[in-house]
């Protein structure tokens, strides 16, 4: 079986720390293993260096104001990538963006004659609404996404819930789904994990440890949870919140969780690049808490699962597909008070939580390894339809 050449392309990637740039990072980092060269192309970030920068492709860009730290990509004013892109024998283009990386995409998939997949991963309309006051621009930006995902020979969702919300915005072609992975080796034993994480946050196994990992916006329905959490406090007086990430409204949410009496409850964490440490932070809660409704297929859900650490998220949302409430997970109304109560009563029985949170890596954890071997026999299967 020959090796193909593959070039990914996202307008996020490291250092932006969100679930496409790991998605791509993993992407690259097993088909690279499994069937061959494989580029990222993605923005140039100022100050940052990759540590192997034999495979990623940035292009030039610069700041937004209104989402930082996401970069505009600027490729068709940068003649030095043109001319790299020029000179690489692209076999297949995988596009995860459909702003200028997934352009720039398209533009060399049908200068070198190759097919192109574009995955569709977040929910933009939600993006472009805060950014921009006026409904018209928006419908319209929306409507050049959707022709965008019309031009690519085949368009791909992680999940079956995240194709409903492309439809929503007036797609009405052919998807395929491909699901994601998580970079965690799910351990049968999390208990090693559990004591460093503790150590480390400082936080005695009496303590009740809720987790969220993830950008700090408020999107993602992050003043819902602060809010929340009073109640949960009041019920649970050893509960502990620990947030990890960054984002433009965690100084918001800082200044809440002070107003609310909590702030010396609650652990406000960076973004954590060391994966094993990571591990060892989710292995330390008790329980993850996702109320967000912006997210399509949050890979945080399945990480905090793979370390035994069921999640609790809002019923009906497009992340709750993947959730059987009070068997590898909990759902609730997007209520207040009956979120806290839906913590409280699953922290408060420990028998069933660790049921449920055995049965959620047993049911939410796919590797991206195993992934990587799907996704490379689809794009030889796409290869082999393209010569024909």
């Given at each position: 079986?020959?090796n193909?050449?593959?070039?990914l392309?996202?307008?996020?990637y490291?250092?932006?720390?969100?679930g496409?740039?790991?998605?791509?990072?993993?992407?690259?980092?097993?088909?690279?293993?499994?069937?061959?060269a494989?580029?990222?192309?993605?923005?140039?970030?100022?100050?940052?260096?990759?540590?192997?920068?034999?495979?990623?492709?940035?292009?030039?860009?610069?700041?937004?104001?209104?989402?930082?730290?996401?970069r505009?990509?600027?490729?068709?004013?940068?003649?030095?990538?043109?001319?790299?892109?020029?000179?690489?024998?692209?076999?297949?283009?995988?596009?995860?963006?459909?702003?200028?990386?997934?352009?720039?995409?398209?533009?060399?998939?049908?200068?070198?004659?190759?097919?192109?997949?574009?995955?569709?991963?977040?929910?933009?309309?939600?993006?472009?609404?805060?950014?921009?006051?006026?409904?018209?621009?928006?419908?319209?930006?929306?409507?050049?996404?959707?022709?965008?995902?019309?031009t690519?020979?085949?368009?791909?969702?992680?999940?079956?819930?995240?194709?409903?919300?492309?439809?929503?915005?007036?797609?009405?072609?052919?998807?395929?789904?491909v699901?994601?992975?998580?970079?965690?080796?799910?351990?049968?034993?999390?208990?090693?994990?559990?004591?460093?994480?503790?150590?480390?946050?400082?936080?005695?196994?009496?303590?009740s440890?809720?987790?969220?990992?993830?950008?700090?916006?408020?999107?993602?329905?992050?003043?819902?949870?602060?809010?929340?959490?009073?109640?949960?406090?009041?019920?649970?007086?050893?509960?502990?919140?620990?947030?990890?990430?960054?984002?433009?409204?965690?100084?918001?949410?800082?200044?809440?969780?002070?107003?609310?009496?909590?702030?010396?409850?609650?652990?406000f964490?960076?973004?954590?690049?060391?994966?094993?440490?990571?591990?060892?932070?989710?292995?330390?809660?008790?329980?993850?808490l996702?109320?967000?409704?912006?997210?399509?297929?949050?890979?945080?859900?399945?990480?905090?699962?793979?370390?035994?650490?069921?999640?609790?998220?809002?019923?009906?949302?497009?992340?709750?597909?993947?959730?059987?409430s009070?068997?590898?997970?909990?759902?609730c109304?997007e209520?207040?008070?009956?979120?806290?109560?839906?913590?409280?009563?699953?922290?408060?029985?420990?028998?069933?939580?660790?049921?449920?949170?055995?049965?959620?890596?047993?049911?939410?954890?796919?590797?991206?390894?195993?992934?990587?071997?799907?996704?490379?026999?689809?794009?030889?299967?796409?290869?082999?339809?393209?010569?024909?």
């Open positions: 079986m020959r193909i050449s593959i070039g392309f996202s307008d996020a490291i250092p932006i720390m969100d496409v740039s790991i998605t791509v990072r993993n992407y690259a980092y097993w088909l690279r293993k499994i069937a061959g494989t580029y990222i192309v993605a923005p140039y970030i100022p100050h940052f260096r990759d540590e192997d920068d034999s495979g990623i492709i940035r292009f030039l860009s610069f700041p937004t104001i209104v989402r930082p730290p996401y505009i990509g600027l490729p068709d004013i940068d003649l030095r990538v043109q001319l790299i892109l020029k000179d690489k024998q692209f076999d297949i283009a995988h596009a995860h963006s459909p702003f200028a990386a997934g352009k720039l995409a398209l533009r060399v998939a049908r200068e070198k004659n190759i097919p192109l997949i574009a995955t569709f991963h977040s929910k933009y309309r939600d993006d472009l609404t805060r950014a921009i006051a006026i409904k018209a621009i928006v419908d319209d930006q929306i409507k050049r996404i959707v022709d965008f995902y019309y690519v020979d085949q368009v791909w969702v992680p999940q079956e819930s995240v194709a409903r919300t492309l439809q929503e915005y007036g797609y009405r072609g052919p998807y395929e789904v699901e994601n992975g998580i970079d965690f080796e799910p351990p049968a034993d999390t208990s090693s994990y559990t004591a460093s994480g503790g150590a480390y946050l400082n936080l005695p196994p009496e303590y440890v809720g987790l969220y990992v993830g950008q700090h916006i408020l999107e993602k329905n992050l003043e819902f949870l602060v809010r929340a959490l009073p109640s949960i406090m009041s019920a649970l007086p050893d509960f502990r919140m620990v947030f990890v990430g960054k984002g433009y409204a965690k100084d918001t949410l800082i200044d809440l969780a002070r107003e609310l009496g909590i702030l010396n409850k609650i652990i964490h960076d973004v954590i690049f060391d994966r094993e440490l990571l591990k060892s932070i989710y292995a330390r809660a008790d329980i993850f996702f109320p967000s409704l912006y997210d399509n297929a949050p890979l945080v859900v399945r990480e905090a699962a793979a370390m035994k650490t069921p999640a609790v998220l809002i019923e009906g949302s497009t992340a709750a597909e993947v959730i059987q009070g068997k590898n997970g909990f759902l109304k209520e207040r008070d009956e979120f806290a109560q839906t913590v409280v009563k699953a922290i408060s029985n420990r028998e069933s939580l660790n049921a449920i949170a055995e049965n959620a890596q047993r049911t939410l954890c796919r590797t991206w390894e195993n992934v990587a071997d799907e996704v490379s026999e689809r794009y030889r299967a796409i290869l082999d339809r393209w010569a024909k």
